[in-house]
Nanobody
Framework: QVQLVESGGGLVRPGGSLRLSCVAS????????MDWYRQVPGKERELVAG??KYADSVKGRFTISRDNAKNTVYLQMNNLKPEDTAVYYC?????????????????WGQGTLVTVSS
């Protein structure tokens, strides 16, 4: 079993910062990608940051980084705006399973709520 656990969400004032973390665990052999998405009610889930890609709305304010030794991806969010309010999800594309029976597994975290409000 493979799972992602996010943390770091919360309430922050406009202009503030938050750092989200996402840890992957389980029978993972390789993690190909770890990305961050977000979703607000009534809208589709959108890619926030992944690899070297950033949504236009967060460029210059958000930074994604990864610690491969810890199977962890981070999202540093600075100069937060009310429109950044959303549930943030971690996504990972992995090769997982037991030796001799690996398979591609895409997994989502449970989401962490970020609220930007004064």
């Amino acid at each position: 079993q493979v799972q992602l656990v996010e943390s770091g969400g919360g309430l922050v004032r406009p202009g503030g910062s938050l750092r989200l973390s996402c840890v992957a665990s389980g029978s993972i052999f390789v993690i190909y990608t770890m990305d961050w998405y977000r979703q607000v009610p009534g809208k589709e889930r959108e890619l926030v940051a992944g690899g070297t890609k950033y949504a236009d709305s967060v460029k210059g304010r958000f930074t994604i980084s990864r610690d491969n030794a810890k199977n962890t991806v981070y999202l540093q969010m600075n100069n937060l705006k009310p429109e950044d309010t959303a549930v943030y999800y971690c996504f990972a594309r992995t090769l997982a399973g037991q030796s001799g029976s690996y398979r591609n597994v895409d997994i989502w975290g449970q989401g962490t709520l970020v609220t930007v409000s004064s």
